[in-house]
């Protein structure tokens, strides 16, 4: 069994820009997503988020970005969200206890 490549795209609409993760966020995995997420998270202006739909695996450097994602929106007051969350990711999000500070769209809930 081989890993999925780990893959971020964006779109970026007049009111939010999504990031769409899939594949494995491990440390192999880390210097992308953060990169990517340091392009766009202190963007105020727009609504931010993670479409992690076609995430596969997540370790605890992936979540460890996530959170302080989701830190730097707090503090700017800007919305952040992530959406179609797989029930294995799920479990790991309620495992280490970030899935209540997780906003959760509509399409979040699936």
Not at 24 to 37: G, I, Q, S
């Amino acid at each position: 069994m081989s890993a999925e490549k780990f893959q971020v795209d964006q779109e970026e609409s007049e009111e939010s820009i999504q990031l769409h993760i899939r594949g494995e966020l491990d440390l192999a995995a880390a210097l992308t997503f953060r990169h990517a997420l340091e392009e766009v998270v202190h963007r105020a202006d727009k609504a931010l988020i993670l479409d992690v739909g076609q995430l596969r695996y997540i370790d605890s450097t992936g979540i460890g970005i996530v959170v302080s994602a989701l830190k730097i929106r707090d503090e700017l007051k800007a919305p952040f969200s992530v959406r179609n969350i797989p029930a294995s990711i799920r479990k790991l999000f309620d495992l280490t206890g970030i899935s209540g500070f997780l906003n959760e769209g509509i399409e979040g809930r699936a």
